[in-house]
């Protein structure tokens, strides 16, 4: 029950500041420095607007992937045994999934020109990216850790 609590605060948590953070934007919001320009972009794509050409048929491809996605971590434990991050990492993807429905592409705003351009991203893509890596991290060390002890 506590680990459903935690799952369910993260998850709508992330997705709430990212759903926020996204409207400040299409209400217009923009700043600008030498490096970093937050500004309005809509990525009709994923990453580097890849699949761009698939229109309409990626986000039913997306409901299936993060379908998918929860299936797995459900059915494997990843769940239960990490209840903050998989929460953040489905509030997050139901945020960019979001996105795709109500405004026809994904949100983006962070946009990085310092020295070379760089992907244009949010708030969602950053949790997806340090919540797969801590997820990653945090199974090598148990299965690190399993193995010592068994020696």
């Not at 299409?26 to 794509?45: A, P, Q, V």
């Not at 991290?137 to 399993?146: P, T």
Request: charged fraction near 15%.
């Amino acid at each position: 029950m506590r680990k459903s609590v935690i799952f369910l605060l993260a998850l709508v948590g992330v997705f709430l500041v990212d759903d926020g953070l996204k409207q400040l934007f299409l209400d217009g919001y923009e700043w600008h420095s030498r490096c970093i320009s937050l500004e309005l972009h809509i990525n009709r794509g994923v990453a580097f607007s890849l699949f761009a050409f698939l229109g309409e048929w990626l986000k039913w491809l997306q409901v299936v992937l993060v379908t998918g996605l929860f299936a797995y971590f459900a059915w494997t434990g990843l769940l239960a045994d990490y209840p903050f991050l998989s929460g953040s990492l489905m509030g997050a993807a139901l945020g960019n999934l979001s996105d795709r429905f109500r405004h026809g592409g994904v949100v983006d705003y962070v946009y990085w020109h310092c020295g070379f351009d760089f992907a244009i991203f949010n708030f969602a893509d950053t949790i997806i990216d340090l919540s797969i890596v801590s997820i990653l991290i945090s199974v090598y060390m148990k299965q690190k850790k399993a193995k010592g002890v068994r020696h």
